[in-house]
């Protein structure tokens, strides 16, 4: 390829990433477990002035730093709209995170190996999966490939001092996000590898490398400085709990301890990886011969990219609590192992069938499966019932889709792939997502509510979820998110007796013998299977239960 074709190659791989990834932004609400709480914390902010601790329905969130809450804030200050606003940090640091990847590589290699390596990023499932999500993975994962980015820049093509700098900057950023942004630091394992060419052991350059340390411990003060002097100032119980999870529980004692998502030591090497790391992971049997030479030949630009890899996956693996998500940041390190070797790998007829059957498999499964739903087969259309939506038209044209590229690039596997994944996200984003949306909103409960209560009246959640704070139209209190179940109960009935005008929507796992259902006030939408509105209870207060409530 001329370098005027790369250039332009290049311009139409981002720009067709960018659409990719913006499609469907503000046709969805925040979806459950954690985007609601995060854009509801953004939401809260903005209302109360009270950013630096994060609230969600007055109630403090101890378990996460508040950067990404700031970037929704931003947004949303800059929009006026949630819904665009909770997606476009991730979309936007996604679009950094698969520039940096480019031009990492352009530099190590050349324009074209760039090429390929965005190339690479953007058509993994895993990428855009994320970048489409409002989770705190793909800000993360900026800043660990801006750390990498730095490490790269300076071991490789070094010495590069600052760029060595900006990079544990990078990481103590990464840190403030969401705790795991110091992970570009297991790329110097590599060095017991091969060192830089340029590497010269004196004492006076080792405290040029010692002093990265302050400026991880810099950014890091950015955030933790501040928010210990706020606490000392006003060490409320509230806020002493605050730091004592943010700086313990949720990090030291959520590796070495977890509570949650337990999965056993190999789960990311072998459900994963395989799965999410699509169509990549199907390359892995022939790069193991080419990443040997690449060791003989003490090659550091796959060597210390893969050695960053390896370490954070065991790294990963040895805590009890693992999440799929936990991988992303490392997935531009794989990415660089790959995109020299793209070309050779395309060359060979193995993966050319791999490609066919796995586009040619999702092809049949989604036409299969959608056309069951448009025919209504019994097993299929129970769920059309049961969450009141129908993406099974969507299916059905994506699967058809499938088949017609399948048939129109089988000699072409890798054209045929990129056709495919670009049809599936642009329709995933405008056509399936809002389908969706439909169940995972509660936006129509709260409208369907709103013709069966006044405005004017105040509304208790017991069992409450972030997303019902989203679209309440009411006065809102809450009986605490963490509560035991019978002190929100007991809570619910002491509220509701005390003043008129008051309504309370009641997770079905919390009713007990206080809320009958002969007393429930129906409403006219599918989530009142889930959540029971009532006006009043059988039950009298008990004066000693507790009575401190949440209020939004």
């Not at 809260?44 to 109630?59: C, D, I, L, V, Y």
């Not at 000699?411 to 495919?420: D, E, L, Q, R, S």
Request: hydrophobic share 50%.
């Amino acid at each position: 390829m001329s370098s005027i074709e790369i250039r332009r190659l290049t311009f139409w791989l981002f720009a067709i990433t960018a659409i990719v990834i913006l499609a469907g932004i503000g046709l969805r609400d925040p979806w459950p477990p954690d985007e609601p709480r995060f854009a509801l914390m953004a939401k809260e902010m903005w209302e109360t002035g009270n950013w630096f601790f994060p609230h969600r329905g007055g109630e403090i969130y101890p378990d996460k730093p508040p950067m990404v809450m700031w970037m929704i804030l931003l947004f949303y200050g800059l929009i006026g709209n949630l819904k665009i606003a909770f997606l476009l940090p991730s979309a936007i640091l996604s679009l950094c995170t698969m520039w940096m990847t480019y031009d990492i590589a352009k530099r190590l290699y050349n324009p074209k190996i760039g090429l390929y390596a965005g190339f690479l990023l953007a058509i993994t499932l895993h990428f855009i999966l994320q970048a489409k999500s409002g989770q705190l993975d793909a800000p993360v994962a900026f800043w660990v490939m801006l750390g990498s980015y730095g490490l790269l820049r300076h071991l490789i093509l070094g010495p590069a001092w600052k760029w060595y700098y900006l990079a544990f900057f990078a990481m103590g950023m990464g840190i403030i996000t969401k705790g795991v942004g110091f992970l570009p630091v297991l790329m110097l394992f590599g060095l017991i590898i091969v060192s830089p060419s340029w590497y010269d052991k004196n004492n006076k350059q080792l405290l040029k490398w010692l002093a990265g340390l302050f400026f991880l411990l810099f950014a890091v003060s950015l955030w933790l400085v501040p928010m210990l002097i706020q606490v000392e100032n006003n060490p409320t119980p509230d806020v002493l709990a605050y730091r004592d999870n943010i700086l313990l529980k949720q990090t030291v004692n959520r590796y070495a301890k977890s509570w949650a998502h337990l999965q056993p030591f190999y789960y990311y090497v072998l459900e994963v990886i395989p799965l999410f790391w699509l169509p990549l992971s199907l390359f892995i049997p022939w790069l193991i011969k080419p990443i040997k030479q690449a060791f003989a030949n003490k090659d550091r630009r796959i060597i210390y990219p893969l050695v960053m890899l390896l370490f954070v996956v065991f790294f990963f693996s040895l805590s009890k609590g693992k999440r799929a998500e936990y991988m992303l940041p490392i997935l531009p390190m794989f990415v660089l192992v790959i995109a020299p070797y793209f070309e050779m790998l395309m060359a060979k007829k193995g993966i050319q069938r791999l490609l066919l059957v796995l586009v040619l498999v999702l092809s049949v499964v989604f036409t299969v499966i959608g056309l069951a739903g448009v025919f209504e087969v019994e097993k299929v259309s129970r769920l059309t019932a049961k969450y009141f939506v129908n993406p099974w038209y969507w299916m059905a044209s994506l699967g058809a889709f499938g088949l017609i590229i399948v048939t129109l690039f089988r000699k072409n596997t890798i054209k045929m792939y990129t056709v495919f994944i670009i049809g599936l996200w642009l329709s995933y984003g405008l056509w399936a997502l809002p389908v969706v949306d439909k169940a995972m909103s509660t936006e129509p409960m709260m409208n369907a509510i709103a013709k069966v209560i006044p405005e004017d009246a105040e509304l208790g959640l017991v069992g409450m979820r972030e997303k019902l704070l989203l679209h309440t139209k009411w006065k809102t209190i809450h009986f605490g998110h963490h509560k035991p179940k019978q002190e929100q109960q007991q809570a619910a009935v002491n509220w509701i007796k005390t003043k008129p005008n008051r309504y309370l929507l009641i997770n079905r796992d919390y009713l007990n013998k206080c809320f009958l259902n002969e007393d429930k006030i129906n409403y006219d939408s599918f989530h009142a299977n889930k959540w029971v509105l009532f006006s009043n209870t059988l039950c009298q207060p008990d004066s000693k239960t507790y009575t401190q409530y949440s209020s939004h």
